[in-house]
């Protein structure tokens, strides 16, 4: 835990570069004016600021499927190389040209390191802190800031400050975050799978988990490979084979599911059940409290469902069964020393043949998935009877945890768990067959009885041997076990190459999937709001507009010049900003990040709407200045703490890891269009409009925003990023069901 903790902070520096540059360059244009007598040119001084928003916009075009290509690591490690250059060749600039240039590579750092940190953060946290250590780019960002305000105040005391100088501070951070992203950081362990390279993922996440066995996350990051898939919500109750036979005396072995999970001992069997779960429900006919509410998505309805049912999803451990909180509790331990090597691949080939797919699999004592080759289609041979019931292999495991040990195999985060079952479909051809289904398991939360009840048993009252609990589970086809790849992987196609079908990359024709397209619609319509909300424009022109404002009132008996003065007050709004930063921190997994949105949105809108009214009506100068800044500071703290972090970590979240790059390149892109329309709009806006106009048409966008997280933006908390995207592809459907029925 303590090793995703700590790759979070030194990935986070970029964004601390980001905060450095644009608290510079919002100080040093006021001397950059002056210098290249730009007062008059309005145009000029917006290019020299928005140039760094076109270079992040050029390199967005690319940078998601680049990233793809070559992983994360390396970006980020050409982000900090962009950001050293880019100062060297600020701290020269003998014109404004070659100034524009120094910002157009500045851009190219920003762009990598705000588009790619986000991802990188996500894609290795675990996901019950994932909110949390997601918002350490904002405060790293907000920490960048403070700290060059103080630079450059510091500087505006002098008889000639010099911008130059300002601006090429930027290289000595960068070699720092140059040297801890080539020597420190790993690649992306989800990245990793994606190209197959599982010996390699395994280390990374022995290495952020701090635990040796991570073989049961492998399984879940080869299991979200998969995109566009036929995912459906089902309910079970579980148990024992013989408590839920003695409590369904009518029974059949038909319509008895055996789940097959990575730990060994006990057998547990599912048997399906209809209109009992709360989740269920919600699928088919929306929730009660939001059945009236027009223009709401189902998909908000659904995962608002999850965490308002179970409101364990932020615990550390799998509390669907008592045993560990797995599926089956630990009867000996297996040989930890597994390697993911070609050597193992020899020796599950030479395995592989003498189990003839039987159904004596008691003698099996090699690990579920715990090698590179796995063998995992060789125990997951369908048995030769019994319809759907999978052949479980009760001596396999995929972690040996010690008890008390927070979490298990089976347990992915957020109280979901991981398992899998075979059924039969019919083929092109008519003819039965089997596949192989992965599913997601959630329990119900509600009291029941051990016996002749279909509620849930809570955990506490779970019984240490026997007993049964209810659970939701999405269901979909399992991208470790392929028809087609038999052929071509006799040991099995499992954990080596994820089958062919998810290796072969992402496609643009992947971006039209419904669940997809939907996720798309809540993360560019989240990015356009957030910036036409006009926190980037206020940032870069703080200094300006605190300084129209008046603040230099409050200093001016200091013996502080207003420009000076200006660029004090911005930056002890940035220092405020950090103790928030670090609140919404402490709340992202608790309350959520939809919460924080609901909740932070109204009193933006109260401040902004504060603001234009102390633009309005006559007031002194004192009043006025005091007016402006309270309501300045108190609009940056709620917008740091809710509407900074959140767009970006959402857009991280929702999307598939096969086309994760892809989506993000398009979120990106939008953020930084809509970027570059703030901040170069913004002089000609207080000139046209004043600061009253600007303010207002922010409020507006405010009230705007309320509306669209209200009915599209769902609640992504302590979900793992595989369990998002099944839920996008699950509401999509409904809500195309919806319409079609409509």
Same mark, same amino acid.
């Given at each position: 835990?303590?090793?995703?903790? $700590?790759? !979070?902070? /030194?990935?986070?520096?970029?964004?601390?570069?980001?905060?450095?540059?644009?608290?510079?360059?919002?100080?040093?244009?006021?001397?950059?004016?002056?210098?290249?007598?730009?007062?008059?040119?309005?145009?000029?001084?917006?290019?020299?600021?928005?140039?760094?928003?076109?270079?992040? /916009?050029?390199?967005?075009?690319?940078?998601?499927?680049?990233?793809?290509?070559?992983?994360?690591?390396?970006?980020?490690?050409?982000?900090?190389? $962009?950001?050293?250059?880019?100062?060297?060749?600020?701290?020269?600039?003998?014109?404004?040209?070659?100034?524009?240039? !120094?910002?157009?590579?500045?851009?190219?750092?920003?762009?990598?390191? @705000?588009?790619?940190?986000? @991802?990188?953060?996500?894609?290795?946290?675990?996901?019950?802190?994932?909110?949390?250590?997601?918002?350490?780019?904002?405060?790293?960002?907000?920490?960048?800031?403070?700290?060059?305000?103080?630079?450059?105040? &510091?500087?505006?005391?002098?008889?000639?400050?010099?911008?130059?100088?300002?601006?090429?501070?930027?290289?000595?951070?960068?070699?720092?975050?140059? !040297?801890?992203?080539?020597?420190?950081?790993?690649?992306?362990?989800?990245?990793?799978?994606?190209?197959?390279?599982?010996?390699?993922?395994? *280390?990374?996440?022995?290495?952020?988990?701090?635990?040796?066995?991570?073989?049961?996350?492998?399984?879940?990051?080869?299991?979200?490979?998969?995109?566009?898939?036929?995912?459906?919500?089902?309910?079970?109750?579980?148990?024992?084979?013989?408590?839920?036979?003695?409590?369904?005396?009518?029974?059949?072995?038909?319509?008895?599911?055996?789940?097959?999970?990575?730990?060994?001992?006990?057998?547990?069997?599912?048997?399906?059940?209809?209109?009992?779960?709360?989740?269920?429900?919600?699928?088919?006919?929306?929730? #009660?409290?939001?059945?009236?509410?027009?223009?709401?998505?189902?998909?908000?309805?659904?995962?608002?469902?999850?965490?308002?049912?179970?409101?364990?999803?932020?615990?550390?451990?799998?509390?669907?069964?008592?045993?560990?909180?797995?599926?089956?509790?630990?009867?000996?331990?297996?040989?930890?020393?597994?390697?993911?090597?070609?050597?193992?691949?020899?020796?599950?080939?030479?395995?592989?043949?003498?189990?003839?797919?039987?159904?004596?699999?008691?003698?099996?004592?090699?690990? $579920?998935?715990?090698?590179?080759?796995?063998?995992?289609?060789?125990?997951?041979?369908?048995?030769?009877?019994?319809?759907?019931?999978?052949? #479980?292999?009760?001596?396999?495991?995929?972690?040996?945890?010690?008890?008390?040990?927070?979490?298990?195999?089976?347990?992915?985060?957020?109280? &979901?768990?991981?398992?899998?079952?075979?059924?039969?479909?019919?083929?092109?051809?008519?003819?039965?067959?089997?596949?192989?289904?992965?599913?997601?398991?959630?329990?119900?939360?509600?009291?029941?009885?051990?016996?002749?009840?279909?509620?849930?048993?809570?955990? !506490?009252?779970?019984?240490?041997?026997?007993?049964?609990?209810?659970?939701?589970?999405?269901?979909?086809?399992?991208?470790?076990?392929?028809?087609?790849?038999?052929?071509?992987?006799?040991?099995?196609?499992?954990? @080596?190459?994820?089958?062919?079908?998810?290796?072969?990359?992402?496609? &643009?024709?992947?971006?039209?999937?419904?669940?997809?397209?939907?996720?798309?619609?809540?993360?560019?319509?989240?990015?356009?709001?957030? *910036?036409?909300?006009?926190?980037?424009?206020?940032?870069?022109?703080?200094?300006?507009?605190?300084?129209?404002?008046?603040?230099?009132?409050?200093?001016?008996?200091?013996?502080?010049?207003?420009?000076?003065?200006?660029?004090?007050?911005?930056?002890?709004?940035?220092?405020?900003?950090?103790?928030?930063?670090?609140?919404? #921190?402490?709340?992202?997994?608790?309350?959520?990040?939809?919460?924080?949105?609901?909740?932070?949105?109204?009193?933006?809108?109260?401040?902004?709407?504060?603001?234009?009214?102390?633009?309005?009506?006559?007031?002194?100068?004192?009043?006025?200045?005091?007016?402006?800044?309270?309501?300045?500071?108190?609009?940056?703290?709620?917008?740091? #703490?809710?509407?900074?972090?959140?767009?970006?970590?959402?857009?991280?979240?929702?999307?598939?890891?096969?086309?994760?790059?892809?989506?993000?390149?398009?979120?990106?892109?939008?953020?930084?269009?809509?970027?570059?329309?703030?901040?170069?709009?913004?002089?000609?806006?207080?000139?046209?409009?004043?600061?009253?106009?600007?303010?207002?048409?922010?409020?507006?966008?405010?009230?705007?925003? &309320?509306?669209?997280?209200?009915?599209?933006?769902?609640?992504?908390?302590?979900?793992?990023?595989?369990?998002?995207?099944?839920?996008?592809?699950?509401?999509?459907?409904?809500?195309? /069901?919806?319409?079609?029925?409509?």
């Amino acid at each position: 835990m303590n090793g995703a903790v $700590l790759v !979070a902070i /030194t990935a986070a520096i970029g964004n601390l570069l980001q905060g450095w540059d644009n608290a510079t360059i919002a100080g040093a244009v006021l001397y950059i004016k002056r210098e290249f007598h730009l007062q008059t040119e309005p145009t000029i001084e917006g290019l020299i600021v928005a140039m760094s928003l076109i270079g992040a /916009t050029a390199i967005t075009t690319f940078s998601g499927p680049v990233a793809d290509w070559l992983g994360r690591r390396p970006m980020l490690i050409i982000s900090s190389v $962009l950001y050293f250059l880019s100062g060297l060749v600020m701290l020269w600039s003998p014109n404004v040209y070659v100034l524009l240039l !120094a910002r157009l590579l500045d851009g190219f750092g920003i762009g990598l390191a @705000v588009t790619l940190v986000p @991802v990188y953060i996500s894609e290795t946290a675990p996901s019950e802190i994932r909110g949390l250590l997601n918002t350490l780019p904002q405060f790293t960002g907000s920490g960048g800031m403070f700290l060059s305000y103080c630079m450059v105040f &510091w500087m505006s005391l002098m008889d000639s400050p010099k911008w130059r100088l300002m601006l090429g501070v930027l290289s000595i951070p960068s070699l720092l975050y140059f !040297a801890l992203t080539v020597f420190y950081l790993p690649e992306s362990p989800r990245w990793l799978v994606s190209k197959g390279r599982m010996a390699e993922a395994k *280390q990374v996440l022995q290495r952020l988990r701090g635990r040796e066995d991570v073989a049961g996350e492998m399984a879940l990051l080869v299991e979200g490979l998969g995109v566009g898939g036929d995912t459906s919500i089902e309910e079970y109750i579980i148990g024992p084979a013989d408590e839920l036979a003695d409590n369904q005396e009518q029974s059949t072995e038909k319509d008895q599911i055996k789940l097959y999970g990575p730990e060994q001992g006990l057998s547990w069997v599912a048997r399906p059940v209809t209109g009992q779960s709360t989740l269920g429900l919600v699928s088919r006919h929306g929730s #009660m409290a939001n059945q009236s509410v027009p223009l709401m998505d189902p998909l908000v309805t659904l995962f608002g469902s999850v965490h308002e049912k179970f409101p364990e999803t932020g615990s550390m451990r799998s509390m669907l069964f008592p045993n560990m909180g797995s599926m089956f509790s630990v009867a000996e331990h297996q040989d930890k020393n597994e390697q993911w090597d070609e050597e193992s691949l020899q020796r599950d080939g030479e395995d592989y043949g003498s189990d003839g797919g039987g159904e004596s699999d008691d003698n099996l004592r090699s690990p $579920l998935l715990s090698r590179q080759t796995s063998s995992t289609e060789k125990d997951m041979v369908p048995p030769a009877a019994n319809g759907s019931i999978l052949n #479980m292999r009760r001596h396999s495991s995929l972690m040996q945890g010690a008890a008390g040990e927070a979490g298990s195999s089976m347990g992915i985060g957020g109280g &979901w768990q991981l398992a899998w079952k075979w059924s039969e479909k019919r083929g092109k051809d008519g003819n039965k067959e089997r596949e192989l289904q992965r599913i997601y398991l959630h329990p119900e939360d509600a009291p029941g009885s051990r016996r002749g009840s279909v509620a849930s048993l809570p955990v !506490a009252d779970a019984p240490e041997e026997g007993g049964f609990v209810q659970a939701s589970a999405l269901v979909s086809q399992s991208m470790l076990y392929s028809k087609g790849g038999k052929d071509k992987h006799p040991i099995g196609p499992a954990m @080596v190459q994820p089958a062919e079908s998810v290796a072969v990359g992402p496609s &643009w024709q992947d971006l039209f999937e419904p669940g997809i397209k939907r996720a798309l619609f809540v993360g560019v319509g989240i990015q356009m709001l957030q *910036q036409f909300s006009g926190i980037n424009g206020v940032l870069y022109y703080t200094p300006q507009i605190l300084e129209q404002a008046g603040v230099g009132v409050l200093l001016s008996n200091m013996g502080i010049g207003s420009e000076s003065a200006s660029l004090l007050i911005s930056g002890l709004t940035t220092l405020l900003m950090l103790p928030s930063i670090g609140f919404a #921190m402490r709340l992202m997994d608790v309350s959520g990040r939809r919460w924080l949105l609901l909740t932070t949105l109204p009193i933006l809108l109260l401040s902004l709407i504060i603001l234009v009214l102390g633009n309005i009506i006559p007031m002194g100068s004192l009043v006025h200045a005091i007016i402006s800044t309270v309501s300045v500071v108190v609009y940056f703290c709620c917008f740091v #703490m809710a509407f900074g972090p959140i767009p970006n970590i959402l857009c991280s979240e929702i999307f598939p890891t096969r086309v994760r790059g892809l989506c993000i390149a398009v979120c990106a892109l939008t953020f930084w269009i809509c970027d570059i329309i703030v901040t170069y709009s913004l002089p000609v806006m207080l000139s046209s409009v004043g600061l009253a106009g600007v303010f207002g048409i922010y409020a507006i966008v405010c009230i705007l925003s &309320w509306i669209f997280v209200f009915l599209k933006v769902p609640e992504t908390k302590g979900m793992p990023l595989e369990v998002i995207s099944e839920f996008f592809a699950v509401g999509a459907k409904q809500a195309a /069901t919806d319409a079609k029925n409509n």
